[in-house]
């Protein structure tokens, strides 16, 4: 339903959950019980995007979020294959370039490569000086609040014009109210 309906956003968060939900299931298997290192490389890969989720999932919601206000606060119904590509590329560069970047400038803030954590597997280190914080540690936070901010502005403009935006929502993008609500609730 969310490629249908051009949903980019929401299937991005989709793919970046399961890439996290596999490593996770990957490292906890081979990890069970043990610190030993079969595979380097991908403690090398996994790391890194890990790394890329802890601002790829924010990102993606930031993308969700920034839909639903801009569906929210829409005056006129104008919507067009150029418009619905314009907004796949900008939540394309948003929530799948940003995170690319984001595991290359993590390179540059690490000790060493990785740190093995028995029964949990590969996890990515961070040296925790003033760029590290400024580089790792902040963007996640930055992009929650700015997630925050498009929410509470969606929020306040569906109460405001409730009657006149169902109308709106069966127009620009498929969805009924309960399913924009229910995909705000996501976001």
């Given at each position: 339903?969310?490629?249908?309906?051009w949903?980019?956003?929401?299937?991005?968060l989709?793919?970046w959950?399961?890439?996290?939900?596999?490593?996770h299931?990957?490292?906890?298997?081979?990890w069970?019980?043990s610190?030993a290192?079969?595979?380097p490389?991908?403690?090398?890969?996994?790391?890194?995007?890990?790394?890329?989720l802890?601002?790829?999932?924010?990102?993606?919601?930031l993308c969700?979020?920034r839909?639903l206000c801009?569906?929210?606060?829409?005056?006129?119904?104008?919507?067009?294959?150029?418009?619905?590509?314009?907004?796949?590329?900008?939540?394309?560069?948003?929530a799948?370039?940003?995170?690319?970047?984001?595991?290359?400038?993590?390179?540059?803030?690490?000790?060493h490569r990785?740190?093995?954590?028995?029964?949990?597997?590969?996890?990515?280190?961070?040296?925790l000086?003033?760029?590290?914080?400024?580089?790792?540690?902040?963007p996640?936070?930055?992009?929650?609040?700015?997630?925050?901010?498009?929410?509470?502005?969606?929020?306040?403009?569906?109460?405001?014009?409730?009657?006149?935006?169902?109308d709106?929502?069966r127009?620009?993008?498929?969805?009924?109210?309960?399913?924009?609500?229910?995909?705000m609730?996501?976001a």
């Open positions: 339903w969310h490629i249908q309906a949903n980019s956003a929401t299937c991005y989709m793919i959950t399961v890439i996290g939900c596999i490593i299931l990957v490292n906890s298997i081979v069970h019980k610190l290192n079969p595979n490389t991908y403690c090398d890969i996994s790391t890194k995007l890990l790394m890329g802890s601002v790829a999932i924010p990102l993606s919601t969700i979020n839909r801009n569906i929210a606060t829409t005056q006129a119904v104008i919507i067009d294959r150029a418009s619905e590509r314009r907004n796949i590329i900008i939540d394309t560069l948003i799948v370039l940003c995170p690319l970047i984001f595991m290359a400038v993590h390179y540059t803030q690490q000790g990785y740190d093995i954590v028995e029964n949990y597997g590969c996890w990515p280190t961070t040296y000086t003033a760029l590290g914080y400024i580089f790792v540690i902040v996640p936070i930055i992009v929650c609040s700015i997630s925050l901010v498009y929410c509470t502005l969606s929020i306040r403009a569906f109460l405001r014009r409730r009657q006149e935006f169902n709106i929502l127009v620009t993008s498929g969805l009924n109210s309960h399913r924009y609500l229910r995909l609730t996501l």
